[in-house]
């Protein structure tokens, strides 16, 4: 119940959000860039938190589990390298919102 409810704020967030970046009134400027700038953090604060607790659970199996750490490290690194890709995705999409304005 807890995750869908939070699923289900952070939608309305996010669509709060892009109907700011989108406006098309005197002040898109300043709000494109507050709407970037929220999106961007919410996209970091995300990464960082699934990135911290991959960190969290490879550490634990390996004080678990030592003879698995190589196998463990491989895992660690691809899944830290996946959700990074999800950052810098982010940041392609808020740069294409403040420089290219594909809607305005």
Do not use: H
Not at 52 to 66: D, I, S, V, Y
Not at 75 to 88: K, P
Request: proline share 2%.
């Amino acid at each position: 119940m807890r995750k869908a409810l939070l699923t289900v704020l952070n939608t309305v967030a996010l669509v709060a959000v892009a109907s700011v970046a989108f406006a098309a009134d005197g002040g898109v400027a300043t709000a494109s860039v507050w709407a970037s700038a929220i999106g961007m953090a919410i996209a970091a604060a995300g990464c960082g938190l699934g990135q911290g607790m991959g960190l969290k659970a490879a550490c634990e199996g390996t004080a678990r589990n030592p003879e698995a750490s190589g196998k463990i490290t491989v895992t660690l690194i691809l899944g830290l390298a996946f959700v990074e890709s999800l950052a810098i995705y982010a940041l392609v999409v808020n740069l294409i919102l403040l420089f290219v304005k594909p809607f305005a």
